[in-house]
């Protein structure tokens, strides 16, 4: 049984017994609308904890489009009965007064990392999730945290917000989980139209190339121009950002003596998409 929890006093009693039967406490933080990306994480968490928390919480702080908020897919029901399913123990999900009661008045910013690509074009979008990935790891008390690469950048801020911070829970990154033809699951996958959804896979398949083309010997620049041509080519209405960037400090790469990732955003139709690979 998967218990639900939407106060953090509850949930803070429920976890201070756990610990006192000295149980190690995974948390997976989640916007709901779950996916196999979502249950691969909390399958990760069971393997890696005694008890698994999945937290359900569409954040509005970290939504610089209020449109994007509003429509932003939502189906408790559907996402607990999956987590029943995969054996998570509590879903915690409080409303955003509980998150945010009257009064409140802070924030996490995490400099340099959170600054390029998704920092650059949703501004405010990594205080939002430095804030609430704070409060959900002091309300969970948990001692590891499951994320997805499919975020690498949120990776990259939440690893410099704890160390940072001092705060005691081990992040633990994990792969990105894909469709068949390639295309990264996403909650908002479900917002594009069925002509949107067969052009979407052309995203990662031009990453790749020109992954395979940096590799290769391309030059980067020439290989990320080919790239975003065939994206728009392949009906993308824009790409917001097609960067190789130093996989850890996210500074942009020129070679590739230093581990690498390619990561992109575009938009199709109304629905705007990332991904990442390794180079
Ligand atoms: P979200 O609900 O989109 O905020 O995502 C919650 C967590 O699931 C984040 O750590 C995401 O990186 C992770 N996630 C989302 N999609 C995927 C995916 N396709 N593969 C692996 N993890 C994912």
């Not at 569409?58 to 995969?86: C, G, I, S, T």
């Not at 945010?100 to 920092?119: L, N, Q, W």
């Not at 896979?201 to 290989?223: F, S, V, Y």
């Not at 728009?232 to 209405?237: E, I, P, R, S």
Request: glycine share 8%.
């Amino acid at each position: 049984m998967t218990e639900v929890i939407r106060s953090a006093e509850a949930l803070r009693e429920k976890v201070a017994g756990w610990k006192r039967a000295g149980a190690l406490v995974g948390v997976v933080p989640t916007m709901g609308a779950l996916h196999d990306g979502h249950l691969s994480l909390a399958r990760e968490a069971r393997k890696q904890s005694d008890r698994v928390i999945v937290t359900i919480f569409v954040n509005p702080m970290q939504f610089n489009n209020p449109e994007d908020l509003k429509k932003y897919p939502r189906d408790e029901a559907h996402d607990l009965a999956l987590l029943e399913a995969d054996g998570v123990d509590v879903l915690f999900a409080p409303g955003p007064e509980e998150v945010y009661p009257d009064g409140f008045a802070s924030k996490v910013t995490v400099s340099g990392v959170s600054e390029p690509m998704e920092g650059a074009f949703r501004p405010g979008h990594f205080d939002g999730v430095a804030t609430v990935v704070t409060k959900l790891f002091g309300m969970t008390q948990a001692g590891r945290a499951f994320f997805g690469e499919k975020d690498w950048q949120q990776v990259q801020v939440v690893q410099r917000l704890v160390r940072d911070l001092n705060i005691p829970t081990r992040i633990i990154p994990c792969p990105t989980i894909r469709e068949d033809d390639g295309l990264a699951m996403s909650s908002r996958n479900v917002r594009l139209t069925a002509a949107e959804r067969a052009v979407a896979p052309a995203l990662h398949r031009e990453m790749q190339a020109a992954a395979a083309a940096i590799r290769g010997g391309t030059a980067p620049d020439a290989a990320l121009g080919a790239a975003r041509e065939a994206i728009l080519a392949a009906g993308f209405a824009s790409v917001e950002y097609l960067d190789l960037r130093d996989a850890e400090t996210l500074q942009t790469a020129t070679s590739l003596d230093r581990p690498a990732r390619l990561l992109a955003a575009a938009a199709l139709g109304e629905v705007r998409l990332i991904d990442n690979i390794a180079v």
